[in-house]
């Protein structure tokens, strides 16, 4: 079983290491948290309190690597992350900070931040909460921590960290540093105006494709795992990109489709609609694929949601039909927001004549209000043609359905397989030429379309007012 590539896998919530094989068969997998942890104060200076668990999950990498069947055949290693992230090293590659983008931290210097990004004309990264702006991370922690920030010598957006720990080549990329970062403007193809004002371009070492086969194994990652020292490191990819990218190699020319790829974030892919129809107040933005294609994208905490909606009893519940029954009978509503960033940023979570909703009936609501956010972003996008789901929604037994129901004359196509980034897997690495995706069962209307049509209108009567178009006037961005 030769030529195994191991995938590093690092989610919000979650981290997997999974091999696969060159037909695409996933051969063995594990998994674990993705945790947040506290921070080690920053001496004399006001400190972040969050930190990702980086050696955590290189101590469980290791093991895993080094435990794992089959490892004398791995011949490749490619990270894949979440975005929003980033790892800051010093003098001799020492990691000084790993930032968590929910730390309220970075909120300490909001209103000056504003007053100096690009305008979201140009950069299409709308201004989110926290550090979910890489550029308020950087701006925060070199405006509060001025000590620290004179010891960091590199910046890594996190995949690009992994395959740096890995290979000891360090590299930057696109789908990292185009993803609602601030740092990037994607139609110039280039660093911000902030980052090239600010003098942050120089902390970030030079940029290389997702592809990109940096070079083999550090000695001692090779000794600690007993994988080949001339095991290859890809630089490494963003996690949604990646489930973007699994669809775009695999679509025939010229068709017209939308991914919903969900997880911790359901991030909605629409390559095919205007950029004109991107509003930053509702945490739209454009993403760069792989390839360097601009990508129309809108987003909102799914996960999460859901699991605040159906509660600890209804998350492990199953949705079902009877529960979908009485969540209608009862009127029952889930108006947003129960997560930061999406569509309401600043509206506080509510359900309405919900209480006496059975488990199943509450994992109903939380599917149908995340088919309901979908439906309305679809919407404010501006999509047309298929629309393809991965994920947890794809395996949802009502998720599809629902969004069937919404929007009857869509084709609604959710993918059969649990890990739909093989393709991507299998592209990036040049392990073998992704097959064109086969015709996937194509999900049908639920008897009761008609009243959740209604249902949704009146949803869409509750909800609360959009947010204003900016927070603040678009200006020339620094210059």
Sequence with gaps: ????????????????????????????????????????????????????????????????????????????????????????????????????????????????????????????SPNLTAG??????????????????????????????????????AASEITSLGCHTDLWLPAQGGFSHLARAMGWTGYFPPLQPASHALGGLRPEIAAATGLAPGCTVFCGIHDSNASYLAHLVTQPAGKDFTVVSSGTWCVIFAPAAPLANLREAEDMLCNLDARGGLVP??????????????????????????????????????????????????????????????????????????????DNSLERLGVSGAILIDGPLAASPLFPRILKSLRPDAEILPAQSKVGIIPAVLWLTAAARPAPSGTPARSEALPNAADLRAYRDRWRQALPPRPSAERRPAGPGVS
């Design 1 to 124: 079983m030769a030529g195994l590539i191991a995938v590093l896998d690092i989610g919000k919530s979650n981290t997997r290491l999974f091999l696969v094989a060159p037909d695409g068969g996933i051969i063995w997998s594990c998994a674990r948290a993705s945790a947040a942890i506290s921070c080690a104060p920053l001496p004399g200076e006001p400190t972040p309190a969050l930190a990702l668990d980086i050696e955590g999950i290189e101590a469980w990498l290791l093991h895993a690597l080094g435990t794992c069947p089959h490892r004398q055949q791995i011949r490749a290693i490619l990270p894949i992350a979440h975005g929003a992230a980033m790892v800051l090293t010093g003098s001799g590659g020492k990691v000084l900070l790993a930032p968590d983008y929910e730390d309220p931290y970075f909120e300490r210097c909001r209103a000056e931040y504003e007053l100096l990004r690009d305008p979201f004309s140009e950069s299409l």
């Design 132 to 169: 979910l702006n890489l550029g308020r991370q950087i701006f925060t922690l070199q405006r509060l921590a001025p000590r620290f920030f004179t010891k960091v010598e590199m910046i890594l957006t996190y995949p690009q960290y992994w395959a740096w720990r890995l290979s000891g080549v």
């Design 297 to 374: 994208t809108a987003r909102f905490m799914a996960g999460r949601e859901y699991a605040a909606i159906a509660g600890p009893e209804g998350a492990r519940a199953t949705p079902t039909l009877e529960g979908l029954a009485c969540v209608l009978a009862a009127g029952a509503l889930a108006l947003p927001s129960f997560a930061p960033g999406g569509p309401f940023p600043e509206a506080p979570g509510q359900m309405l004549a919900a209480a006496a909703l059975a488990p199943e009936g509450r994992a109903a609501l939380a599917t149908l209000y995340c088919a309901l956010m979908v």
